[in-house]
């Protein structure tokens, strides 16, 4: 987790709402990035940022949107046209090569 | 030709064995490969990272080996230990893609005491 801020952990929403899934860094790292993890599955990249006021959508984002107004702050939105949001969500930072991951928040829509 | 494939899906050893999982791809542009561990309901960890340079990468008990030629890099866990119970996550990045990881299904890992 080290400089990873993901927050609520546990987020309920009704089926048609949009929800917004916080991530902060204190790490100073240009690169962010959302991962989608579903049970069984490895992770899938939903939107990545390379440096603020800049974003690039991944293998699935569909229903997803983002910004990237501050180098500390990656919000992820979850928008009613994602059709299958329930799911664990993993904001990334990148130094060089690796990858850090948050703690991740567990939607669940009904 | 993005994908990884990891292999076995899950693993039981026996304390004090040796944990093997292994991970092949098809991108030749793949230039770092890492290990993650995932402990339930947490964000994945690095464990472990190999470039193509090397064929072999150790740090305590964990090992990364690779094969350039074959395509394929695996992970040993020596001496596993109940506390190494976790599923772990080959990946695949491509420093020319800004670093976007490709991931392995995941291998559930359990260590019997």
């Known amino acids: 987790d080290g400089g990873i801020t993901q927050s609520p952990k546990y987020l309920f929403r009704k089926e048609g709402q949009n929800v917004t899934l916080s991530c902060e860094q204190n790490l100073n790292h240009d690169a962010m990035y959302w991962y989608r993890q579903d049970p069984g599955q490895g992770l899938r990249l939903i939107y990545y940022s390379q440096i603020v006021n800049d974003f690039q959508k991944g293998d699935i984002a569909e229903g997803y949107s983002v910004s990237r107004e501050k180098k500390e702050s990656f919000p992820l939105t979850v928008t009613s046209a994602q059709k299958n949001p329930t799911a664990f969500y993993l904001c990334?930072?990148?130094?060089?090569?690796?990858?850090?991951f948050g703690p991740g928040t567990r939607l669940t829509v009904t | 030709q993005q994908q990884v494939k990891q292999s076995p899906q899950s693993l039981i050893v026996q304390k004090g064995g040796i944990s093997i999982i292994n991970c092949a791809y098809e991108n030749t542009a793949f230039d770092y490969f890492p290990w993650y561990q995932q402990f339930p309901g947490k964000g994945p960890a690095l464990l472990i990272a190999?470039?193509?340079?090397?064929s072999e990468k150790k740090e305590g008990r964990f090992t990364i080996s690779f094969n350039k030629s074959a395509k394929q890099f695996s992970l040993h866990i020596m001496d596993s230990q109940p506390g190494d119970s976790a599923t772990y996550f080959c990946a695949a990045s491509n420093r020319a893609s800004y670093g976007k990881l490709t991931f392995g299904q995941g291998t559930i890992l359990t260590v019997h005491p």
């Open positions: 190999i470039r193509p340079d090397v």
């Open positions: 990334a930072t990148r130094d060089i090569y690796e990858q850090y």
